[in-house]
Protein backbone atom coordinates (compact mmCIF):
# COMPACT_ATOMS: atom_id res chain seq x y z
CA UNK A 1 0.00 0.00 0.00
CA UNK A 2 2.69 2.32 1.04
CA UNK A 3 4.72 1.36 -2.25
CA UNK A 4 1.64 1.93 -4.32
CA UNK A 5 1.17 5.70 -2.92
CA UNK A 6 4.94 5.90 -3.30
CA UNK A 7 4.62 5.27 -6.94
CA UNK A 8 1.57 7.74 -7.30
CA UNK A 9 3.19 10.55 -5.75
CA UNK A 10 6.11 10.18 -7.95
CA UNK A 11 4.37 9.82 -10.91
CA UNK A 12 2.27 12.81 -9.85
CA UNK A 13 5.46 15.07 -9.51
CA UNK A 14 7.21 13.30 -13.14
CA UNK A 15 3.27 14.60 -15.14
CA UNK A 16 3.92 18.10 -13.46
CA UNK A 17 7.17 18.46 -14.25
CA UNK A 18 6.46 17.73 -17.84
CA UNK A 19 3.68 19.49 -17.97
CA UNK A 20 5.60 22.70 -16.76
CA UNK A 21 8.04 21.95 -19.23
CA UNK A 22 5.41 21.92 -22.04
CA UNK A 23 3.86 24.98 -20.81
CA UNK A 24 7.38 26.89 -21.29
CA UNK A 25 6.39 26.79 -24.63
CA UNK A 26 9.10 25.55 -26.95
CA UNK A 27 12.30 25.28 -26.24
CA UNK A 28 15.17 28.25 -27.07
CA UNK A 29 18.12 27.18 -28.96
CA UNK A 30 21.23 28.28 -27.78
CA UNK A 31 23.41 31.15 -29.44
CA UNK A 32 26.02 30.52 -32.05
CA UNK A 33 29.39 29.06 -30.41
CA UNK A 34 27.81 28.13 -27.61
CA UNK A 35 25.90 24.62 -28.60
CA UNK A 36 25.68 22.09 -26.41
CA UNK A 37 27.41 18.69 -26.89
CA UNK A 38 26.16 16.89 -23.37
CA UNK A 39 27.67 16.79 -19.87
CA UNK A 40 30.92 15.19 -19.58
CA UNK A 41 31.66 12.41 -17.50
CA UNK A 42 33.20 14.93 -14.53
CA UNK A 43 29.87 16.51 -14.68
CA UNK A 44 27.86 13.58 -14.07
CA UNK A 45 29.64 12.61 -11.19
CA UNK A 46 29.45 16.02 -9.62
CA UNK A 47 25.48 15.91 -10.31
CA UNK A 48 25.71 13.43 -7.32
CA UNK A 49 27.01 15.67 -5.03
CA UNK A 50 28.72 14.26 -1.51
CA UNK A 51 26.82 10.95 -1.95
CA UNK A 52 28.43 10.67 -5.19
CA UNK A 53 31.65 11.17 -3.85
CA UNK A 54 31.44 8.65 -0.86
CA UNK A 55 30.22 6.10 -3.78
CA UNK A 56 32.93 6.57 -5.90
CA UNK A 57 35.23 6.22 -2.56
CA UNK A 58 33.82 3.03 -2.22
CA UNK A 59 34.50 1.91 -5.68
CA UNK A 60 38.01 2.47 -5.26
CA UNK A 61 38.03 0.08 -2.54
CA UNK A 62 36.18 -2.27 -4.16
CA UNK A 63 38.47 -2.24 -7.21
CA UNK A 64 41.51 -2.26 -4.39
CA UNK A 65 39.72 -5.42 -3.09
CA UNK A 66 39.37 -6.92 -6.15
CA UNK A 67 42.90 -7.06 -7.06
CA UNK A 68 44.16 -8.22 -3.46
CA UNK A 69 41.96 -11.37 -3.87
CA UNK A 70 42.97 -11.92 -7.38
CA UNK A 71 46.72 -12.47 -6.27
CA UNK A 72 45.94 -14.07 -3.30
CA UNK A 73 43.05 -16.72 -4.57
CA UNK A 74 45.14 -18.95 -6.72
CA UNK A 75 46.49 -22.41 -6.73
CA UNK A 76 49.95 -20.79 -6.76
CA UNK A 77 49.80 -18.66 -3.61
CA UNK A 78 47.21 -21.39 -1.86
CA UNK A 79 49.52 -24.51 -2.49
CA UNK A 80 53.16 -23.56 -4.10
CA UNK A 81 54.59 -26.30 -6.00
CA UNK A 82 58.64 -25.62 -3.85
CA UNK A 83 56.08 -26.20 -0.31
CA UNK A 84 54.59 -29.11 -2.54
CA UNK A 85 57.81 -30.98 -3.24
CA UNK A 86 59.47 -30.36 -0.01
CA UNK A 87 56.57 -31.75 2.33
CA UNK A 88 56.32 -34.76 -0.47
CA UNK A 89 59.92 -35.53 0.13
CA UNK A 90 59.98 -35.22 3.82
CA UNK A 91 57.04 -37.28 4.25
CA UNK A 92 58.24 -39.96 2.03
CA UNK A 93 61.34 -40.60 4.16
CA UNK A 94 58.99 -40.38 7.17
CA UNK A 95 60.51 -37.02 8.31
CA UNK A 96 57.59 -35.80 10.32
CA UNK A 97 58.83 -33.88 12.50
CA UNK A 98 60.47 -31.77 10.07
CA UNK A 99 57.58 -31.78 7.96
CA UNK A 100 55.69 -30.32 10.55
CA UNK A 101 58.24 -27.83 11.60
CA UNK A 102 58.29 -26.97 8.28
CA UNK A 103 54.14 -26.22 8.07
CA UNK A 104 54.89 -23.91 11.07
CA UNK A 105 57.75 -21.80 10.06
CA UNK A 106 56.17 -18.67 9.22
CA UNK A 107 58.08 -17.78 5.73
CA UNK A 108 56.12 -21.31 4.20
CA UNK A 109 52.53 -19.67 5.73
CA UNK A 110 49.63 -20.81 3.09
CA UNK A 111 46.73 -22.85 2.79
CA UNK A 112 48.00 -26.22 2.25
CA UNK A 113 50.62 -25.49 5.74
CA UNK A 114 48.22 -24.48 7.59
CA UNK A 115 46.01 -27.44 6.87
CA UNK A 116 48.97 -29.99 6.98
CA UNK A 117 50.29 -28.38 10.20
CA UNK A 118 46.87 -29.17 11.92
CA UNK A 119 47.29 -32.41 10.77
CA UNK A 120 50.54 -33.49 11.44
CA UNK A 121 49.86 -31.98 14.77
CA UNK A 122 47.28 -33.84 15.76
CA UNK A 123 49.08 -37.06 14.40
CA UNK A 124 51.91 -36.28 16.58
CA UNK A 125 50.16 -35.68 19.48
CA UNK A 126 47.09 -38.23 19.87
CA UNK A 127 47.08 -41.39 21.30
CA UNK A 128 45.44 -42.53 18.18
CA UNK A 129 48.09 -41.53 15.31
CA UNK A 130 46.91 -41.81 12.10
CA UNK A 131 43.06 -42.73 13.35
CA UNK A 132 43.35 -38.92 14.06
CA UNK A 133 45.29 -37.50 10.89
CA UNK A 134 41.63 -37.13 8.58
CA UNK A 135 39.34 -35.69 11.12
CA UNK A 136 41.95 -33.29 11.62
CA UNK A 137 42.87 -32.51 7.65
CA UNK A 138 39.08 -31.97 7.59
CA UNK A 139 38.73 -29.84 10.19
CA UNK A 140 41.49 -27.65 9.51
CA UNK A 141 40.55 -27.35 5.67
CA UNK A 142 36.89 -26.07 6.43
CA UNK A 143 38.61 -23.82 9.15
CA UNK A 144 40.61 -22.19 5.66
CA UNK A 145 37.75 -22.57 3.32
CA UNK A 146 35.94 -20.21 6.12
CA UNK A 147 38.64 -17.89 6.24
CA UNK A 148 39.22 -17.26 2.53
CA UNK A 149 35.38 -17.07 1.71
CA UNK A 150 35.63 -14.22 5.08
CA UNK A 151 38.18 -12.13 2.75
CA UNK A 152 35.23 -11.46 0.08
CA UNK A 153 33.07 -9.61 2.86
CA UNK A 154 34.57 -6.18 2.46
CA UNK A 155 33.17 -6.65 -1.12
CA UNK A 156 30.19 -8.49 -0.45
CA UNK A 157 29.30 -5.19 1.58
CA UNK A 158 30.46 -2.71 -0.74
CA UNK A 159 28.16 -4.21 -2.93
CA UNK A 160 25.16 -4.24 -0.51
CA UNK A 161 26.01 -0.34 0.45
CA UNK A 162 26.55 1.23 -2.64
CA UNK A 163 22.70 0.78 -4.38
CA UNK A 164 21.17 1.77 -0.62
CA UNK A 165 23.79 5.05 -0.75
CA UNK A 166 21.99 5.81 -4.85
CA UNK A 167 18.86 5.35 -3.28
CA UNK A 168 19.68 7.79 -0.10
CA UNK A 169 20.38 10.40 -2.87
CA UNK A 170 17.26 9.68 -4.59
CA UNK A 171 15.74 10.12 -1.55
CA UNK A 172 17.91 13.47 -0.87
CA UNK A 173 16.71 14.95 -4.43
CA UNK A 174 13.66 14.01 -4.67
CA UNK A 175 12.97 16.32 -1.27
CA UNK A 176 14.87 18.95 -2.53
CA UNK A 177 13.06 19.22 -5.53
CA UNK A 178 9.45 18.88 -3.43
CA UNK A 179 10.96 21.46 -1.41
CA UNK A 180 12.09 23.97 -4.34
CA UNK A 181 8.32 23.94 -5.44
CA UNK A 182 6.73 24.31 -2.03
CA UNK A 183 9.27 27.52 -1.69
CA UNK A 184 7.75 28.71 -5.44
CA UNK A 185 4.40 28.24 -4.39
CA UNK A 186 4.19 25.10 -6.13
CA UNK A 187 5.06 26.35 -10.04
CA UNK A 188 8.95 25.46 -10.49
CA UNK A 189 10.34 26.28 -13.39
CA UNK A 190 12.30 23.24 -14.33
CA UNK A 191 15.85 24.90 -14.20
CA UNK A 192 15.22 25.43 -10.56
CA UNK A 193 14.13 21.73 -10.01
CA UNK A 194 17.07 20.13 -12.10
CA UNK A 195 19.53 20.12 -9.48
CA UNK A 196 17.20 18.20 -7.29
CA UNK A 197 16.35 15.83 -9.84
CA UNK A 198 20.28 15.54 -11.34
CA UNK A 199 20.85 14.51 -8.14
CA UNK A 200 18.00 11.82 -7.26
CA UNK A 201 19.13 10.15 -10.28
CA UNK A 202 22.66 10.37 -10.66
CA UNK A 203 23.24 8.92 -7.42
CA UNK A 204 20.80 6.40 -8.03
CA UNK A 205 23.18 5.33 -11.43
CA UNK A 206 26.48 5.40 -9.27
CA UNK A 207 25.07 2.65 -6.56
CA UNK A 208 24.31 0.44 -9.19
CA UNK A 209 27.28 0.93 -11.62
CA UNK A 210 29.32 0.08 -8.43
CA UNK A 211 27.44 -2.59 -7.22
CA UNK A 212 26.74 -5.01 -9.81
CA UNK A 213 30.18 -5.33 -10.97
CA UNK A 214 31.15 -5.84 -7.53
CA UNK A 215 28.45 -8.41 -6.82
CA UNK A 216 29.58 -10.50 -10.03
CA UNK A 217 33.19 -10.28 -8.54
CA UNK A 218 32.10 -11.36 -5.38
CA UNK A 219 30.76 -14.12 -6.55
CA UNK A 220 33.28 -15.30 -8.99
CA UNK A 221 35.57 -15.20 -6.23
CA UNK A 222 33.89 -17.50 -3.96
CA UNK A 223 33.17 -20.12 -6.68
CA UNK A 224 37.16 -20.01 -7.53
CA UNK A 225 37.61 -20.49 -3.77
CA UNK A 226 35.16 -24.00 -3.84
CA UNK A 227 37.31 -24.88 -7.31
CA UNK A 228 40.63 -23.86 -6.05
CA UNK A 229 39.86 -25.68 -2.07
CA UNK A 230 39.34 -29.00 -4.41
CA UNK A 231 42.07 -29.40 -5.68
CA UNK A 232 44.19 -28.14 -2.64
CA UNK A 233 42.13 -31.13 -1.00
CA UNK A 234 43.58 -33.21 -3.49
CA UNK A 235 47.14 -32.69 -2.78
CA UNK A 236 46.53 -32.64 0.80
CA UNK A 237 45.01 -36.20 0.47
CA UNK A 238 48.33 -37.27 -1.54
CA UNK A 239 50.41 -36.19 1.35
CA UNK A 240 48.10 -38.10 3.42
CA UNK A 241 48.80 -41.23 2.35
CA UNK A 242 52.86 -40.50 2.82
CA UNK A 243 52.02 -40.15 7.03
CA UNK A 244 49.44 -43.53 6.81
CA UNK A 245 52.44 -45.66 4.82
CA UNK A 246 54.60 -44.86 7.74
CA UNK A 247 55.20 -47.77 10.39
CA UNK A 248 52.79 -48.07 13.01
CA UNK A 249 55.77 -47.53 15.56
CA UNK A 250 56.00 -44.16 13.49
CA UNK A 251 53.64 -42.69 14.98
CA UNK A 252 52.43 -42.34 19.03
CA UNK A 253 50.02 -44.68 18.40
CA UNK A 254 52.09 -47.20 17.38
CA UNK A 255 54.32 -46.39 20.49
CA UNK A 256 51.64 -46.17 22.74
CA UNK A 257 50.86 -50.06 21.49
CA UNK A 258 54.41 -51.09 21.74
CA UNK A 259 54.81 -49.99 25.18
CA UNK A 260 51.41 -51.40 26.21
CA UNK A 261 52.35 -55.10 24.76
CA UNK A 262 53.01 -57.37 28.07
CA UNK A 263 57.08 -58.51 27.88
CA UNK A 264 57.97 -62.05 26.62
CA UNK A 265 59.02 -64.18 29.05
CA UNK A 266 62.07 -65.96 29.07
CA UNK A 267 62.76 -69.02 29.35
CA UNK A 268 62.55 -70.77 32.66
CA UNK A 269 61.35 -67.64 34.41
CA UNK A 270 57.36 -68.07 34.90
CA UNK A 271 56.48 -69.96 32.07
CA UNK A 272 52.99 -72.33 31.46
CA UNK A 273 55.48 -75.27 32.23
CA UNK A 274 58.59 -73.44 33.65
CA UNK A 275 59.78 -74.00 36.86
CA UNK A 276 60.19 -71.10 39.75
CA UNK A 277 63.35 -71.39 41.85
CA UNK A 278 63.54 -71.52 45.18
CA UNK A 279 65.89 -71.78 48.51
CA UNK A 280 68.57 -74.47 47.78
CA UNK A 281 68.53 -74.52 44.07
CA UNK A 282 65.49 -76.23 44.25
CA UNK A 283 62.56 -76.17 42.11
CA UNK A 284 58.74 -75.75 43.13
CA UNK A 285 56.82 -77.40 39.59
Not at 38 to 43: A, D, K, N, T
Not at 156 to 167: E, K, R, V, W
Not at 222 to 239: F, M
Not at 250 to 270: S, T
Amino acid sequence: MNFSCAAQCLGSFVASLLAQAGGAGSPQRAPEGEISTGRSLIEYIQGGGWIGYVIIALSIVALTLAIIRLFQIRLSALAPEDVVRALEEMLKKGKINDALAYCQDDINQCFLTRVMGAGLSRYRRSPFGVLELKGALEEAGQEQIARLSRSTDGMAAIASIAPMLGLFGTVVGLYGAFGTMADVGGFARPDQLAGDVSLALVTTIQGLFVAIPTLAAVTWFRNRIDHLASEVAGIVDELAMYVEEQPASAGPAGIGMAAAAPPAHAPGLGGAGGSQPVAGGQSVR
